[in-house]
């Protein structure tokens, strides 16, 4: 018993050491951190501060003249108005494609599910020149739209397809492993309790994947922010109505007012820090839900 005891006592420390162990797990651990920063400093982190120094060339009164001038303005509630639709667009069909993809099975649901990724492969530029050829007045579909009245293309209406196009994998991948996920139990444990169908939705469901919702609509317009090579070609450009914000940067650049227009991407840069928090609280919250 003795022996017993000691080889016990003696094979203790034994956790301890696979601990410290697994708490290296790459070998030269501080030689990768530093690759990564410096990696993240050059890539990342020198090109905003040069960003940052170039607005700090022009005062306070020239900034502001920058970033509030009528026509920019017009473009901040194109893009943030246009995107936002089409993020709430995006939140409710894409939790339908969702749904249908994770809750059942018909001929073809392989190739469904792959054109939803479509707007992650397609070139941005051509998917602007490919809904343009659709809802143009001379298109397949604008064709029979003008003559009623609804025209698309080369209005705010446009820019708003186009993100929408480009935002609906983002809402549909990170809904779709939280449905798969789900516990089946509990929706059959309330349909045995008497629940209907949109109770069990509602009470059941809705709250499970309301984190991965929310994450989706976030990351939709985060990306539809930020989008250009779809919109250019739709948007018609016109100032005042169909003109968006990376549109006015590419247009001071051309222009050679440098300065003004870092003085514009510094206000989108504000703003998408601020999507980034969110976008990071939100999966954070998500990943205590689940």
Do not use: C, H
């Not at 050059?42 to 005062?59: C, Q």
């Amino acid at each position: 018993m003795g022996a017993a005891i000691s080889s016990a006592g003696a094979a203790a420390p034994v956790p301890g050491r696979a601990r410290r162990g697994a708490r290296r797990v790459l070998p030269g651990f501080g030689l990768t951190l530093g690759y990564t920063l410096f990696y993240l400093s050059v890539i990342v982190l020198i090109p905003l501060s040069a960003l940052l120094f170039k607005t700090f060339t022009l005062t306070w009164e020239q900034f502001w003249t920058a970033v509030s001038a009528p026509r920019v303005l017009a473009s901040y509630r194109l893009t943030f108005g246009a995107s936002f639709l089409a993020a709430l667009v995006n939140l409710v069909f894409g939790l339908l494609i969702a749904w249908v993809l994770v809750r059942y099975r018909f001929p073809g649901k392989k190739i469904v599910d792959a054109l939803v990724d479509l707007p992650f492969a397609l070139p941005t530029a051509v998917a602007g020149i490919s809904l343009t050829a659709l809802l143009a007045g001379n298109g397949w579909v604008g064709q029979y739209l003008e003559p009623l009245g609804i025209q698309l293309a080369f209005k705010p209406a446009g820019v708003v397809i186009a993100l929408i196009f480009i935002g609906l994998p983002f809402v549909v991948r990170t809904v779709q492993p939280v449905l798969e996920d789900a516990e089946k139990e509990l929706e059959e444990a309330a349909t045995s309790l008497g629940a209907t169908r949109w109770q069990i939705f509602t009470k059941v469901i809705l709250p499970a994947i309301t984190p991965a919702l929310l994450t989706g609509f976030a990351m939709a317009f985060a990306r539809a922010v930020g989008e250009y090579g779809s919109v250019i070609f739709i948007a018609g450009n016109m100032p005042m109505v169909s003109e968006i914000t990376p549109l006015i940067i590419i247009g001071k650049l051309e222009q050679y007012d440098y300065a003004g227009a870092t003085a514009v991407a510094v206000v989108m840069l504000v703003i998408s820090f601020v999507l980034l928090l969110v976008i990071n609280a939100l999966q954070a919250w998500q990943r205590k839900q689940s």
